[in-house]
């Protein structure tokens, strides 16, 4: 019934087959839910999430701190300004029973190792921003404030926050320092709150190289 998992090189394939005749007591509409990947929300017109929300029954939803939050940010004193939309937006998905996945990539300008380069990485974007913090500590903090916010916003039960999603896309930078990244994410993350749900590090293919073999 379900085919998946194919790569673009060898194939590899994984077949799952449901038996529908037989009975359960799971009731479907308890599971079966809307699940969305958002980029770019500010885009995203009242209407639309009007019309998503009044006729969908809604799942998980999976929001880059990129796009408005990560590179707007100019200091850490301003991050919960620009979380106000998301925490909003966040606060509306937990009321309808869903839950919202956070994706932290990259750094901001301000936190940087090489705030001056303007090179482009193809398909993603400057490589300023996709370069290791020149201070961990401050990326502790950084991540600190963004789970603070949302805890404050009593969503602390609905957020999972996932760090440096796909690095084989984007990083540049070594092995140990994505590493080091990851580690202080997460002590941000369970400092601002010490049952925050917290994952992150996988490839962007199943036949990725960079990355395969990290524990």
Not at 70 to 82: E, G, P, W
Not at 129 to 158: A, T
Request: with cysteine; hydrophobic share 35%.
């Amino acid at each position: 019934i379900i085919s998946g998992i194919y790569a673009s090189e060898e194939v590899i394939g994984v077949n799952i087959n449901i038996d529908i005749t037989k009975a359960t007591p799971i009731y479907a509409e308890d599971y079966f839910r809307t699940n969305l990947t958002v980029y770019m929300y500010r885009e995203v017109q009242p209407f639309v999430w009007d019309k998503l929300f009044r006729e969908n029954r809604i799942g998980i939803f999976l929001f880059s701190l990129r796009d408005y939050v990560t590179l707007y940010s100019q200091n850490i004193a301003d991050v919960r300004y620009h979380l106000s939309d998301l925490g909003n937006l966040a606060s509306e998905i937990k009321k309808r029973g869903g839950r919202v996945v956070l994706n932290f990539q990259g750094v901001p300008r301000w936190l940087s190792s090489d705030p001056n380069n303007e090179s482009i990485i193809p398909n993603i974007g400057k490589v300023w921003h996709s370069v290791p913090p020149r201070d961990y500590e401050l990326w502790r903090m950084f991540v600190y404030e963004v789970v603070k916010y949302f805890k404050d916003l009593g969503l602390k039960n609905s957020m999972c926050y996932m760090i440096g999603s796909e690095p084989d896309n984007y990083w540049v930078g070594e092995d140990n320092e994505f590493h080091s990244y990851y580690k202080y994410g997460v002590l941000g993350a369970r400092q601002a709150d010490s049952g925050a749900k917290v994952g992150g590090i996988a490839p962007s293919s199943v036949m990725a190289s960079k990355y395969r073999d990290n524990r």
